[in-house]
């Protein structure tokens, strides 16, 4: 079997190599000493993933520390072959992250793409020196995507802008994608206003931003459209008269198609109270986001005026229920239905509000999802009742086939509906 294995070729090899882990790409040239010299090769380090969190997996800190140091050595041996890393970092110690970036700034030479997600806990602000490698990675190294993703006030306040040095280090054309988390619980928030956010027309390449609606005006994005941004995701937190919706009139959303015709919007509304004359018919509208107070709020109308005014866009819609209300539309997923059949070029659908196995079954066979995501614990299997409210031909095709009355039998034939393995999914990992 050794012999077998040390014969493959080195193309395979390094496919195999590219498809692991860090670790488990340690592990391996431990167990198979012969394809050590595979991996000193830009082909076995297609993406480097990092994840630090609190996690309460690692119970001992020695473990953790171990696991820590073996990824700085992974880092200084092979880190001139990556090109390619993503961190994910949301703990409230700073101390490792600073040793990473030393760390990749030292050895990641050739890194063309970085791509870090950071969230502070308790809303501190990032130190300068986390801060100072960043910018030094981004100097020494060839990188040509930067994708930044972090809460608002922890690199921008009135002592410092991370963007700004960004900016005056002459490294703006290297980003393309900015990402502001929601702040609304957080502290610092009252600093930051739409005057902060004026160094965004100094990305000429920006192609997609996430930002709170807040922060930013209408003539601000026009400009950056004129000159990149292809995507833009607004969020906005509770109810005000100048929010997202009022803020773009039709005017303002035909000179945007007008300069870009392919631009995507997403929205992501909380405890935001809509109405039908806010949803301009000329919006183009990716992807809708709705949680909170917002969803109980949307009737079955509104949902028919979606699927009418945006069935050639709308790409992903999701109803978070992270304050867990009750919807109030009996009616609604009839309407839900509606608007998956009418949206063509739907692909991900997330719903975790309460909802009936047989629209559950429904949804699969009018469209096969990319991303389909339902809670177990809000699935009802007594259907009886609710069927009389679907059309008598799908009611003839839930009559004809298997029919889902528990969890296994339900996943099983959502599963053969999608082509892909699905999973109802559970609160706690949602």
């Not at 040239?29 to 997996?57: Q, R």
């Not at 609606?213 to 937190?237: F, G, W, Y």
């Not at 053969?416 to 109802?424: D, F, G, I, Q, V």
Request: with cysteine.
């Amino acid at each position: 079997m050794e012999t077998s294995i040390n014969k493959l070729p080195s193309v395979v090899i390094t496919q195999i190599l590219a498809g692991l882990n860090w670790r488990d790409k340690l592990n391996v040239i431990k167990a198979i000493t012969p394809w050590a010299v595979s991996l000193e090769s830009s082909s076995s380090w297609p993406l480097l993933t990092l994840s630090f969190t609190d996690s309460k997996v690692i119970a001992r800190e020695e473990e953790e520390e171990g696991l820590i140091n073996n990824l700085y050595v992974c880092i200084e041996k092979y880190g001139k072959y990556m090109k390619q890393i993503v961190i994910s970092y949301s703990r409230e110690e700073t101390t490792s992250l600073y040793l990473l970036l030393s760390t990749i700034s030292r050895n990641c030479v050739k890194l063309i793409s970085f791509h870090v997600y950071i969230k502070p806990k308790f809303f501190q602000i990032i130190s300068l020196p986390i801060l100072d490698k960043y910018i030094e990675i981004i100097k020494r190294t060839c990188i040509k995507d930067i994708k930044l993703r972090i809460i608002e006030s922890a690199v921008i306040s009135s002592d410092f802008n991370l963007f700004q040095e960004i900016a005056q280090n002459d490294l703006q054309n290297k980003v393309t994608s900015l990402k502001f988390s929601m702040s609304d619980f957080n502290p610092f928030v009252n600093e930051i206003n739409i005057y902060n956010f004026s160094f965004l027309e100094s990305f000429p390449n920006l192609e997609y931003l996430e930002i709170d609606q807040r922060h930013i005006t209408t003539d601000l994005i026009l400009n950056l459209v004129t000159k990149s941004l292809k995507e833009l995701t607004l969020l906005q937190v509770e109810d005000n008269d100048n929010g997202v919706l009022n803020k773009f009139s039709d005017t303002i959303w035909k000179s945007l198609l007008k300069m870009a015709p392919c631009f995507h919007f997403n929205l992501s509304l909380y405890n935001v109270n809509i109405s039908l004359d806010q949803l301009s018919p000329y919006m183009p509208l990716y992807k809708l986001t709705l949680d909170g107070a917002t969803v109980p709020y949307i009737t079955t109308t509104m949902l028919e005026d979606i699927s009418r005014k945006y069935h050639k866009t709308l790409q992903a819609f999701c109803c978070n229920n992270s304050m867990y209300y009750e919807m109030v539309d009996s009616q609604f997923e009839v309407a839900l239905l509606n608007l998956v059949k009418k949206c063509e070029n739907l692909t991900k659908l997330v719903y975790d509000y309460p909802i009936h196995s047989s629209t559950v079954l429904l949804l699969a066979k009018c469209r096969k999802f990319k991303k389909l995501k339902i809670l177990c614990c809000e699935v009802n299997y007594d259907c009886v009742e609710f069927l009389n409210n679907y059309p008598t031909q799908l009611l003839q095709w839930l009559n004809n086939c298997e029919y889902s009355y528990n969890v296994n039998s339900l996943e099983g034939s959502v599963s053969s509906l999608l082509n892909h393995k699905w999973h109802l999914v559970e609160r706690n990992k949602y």
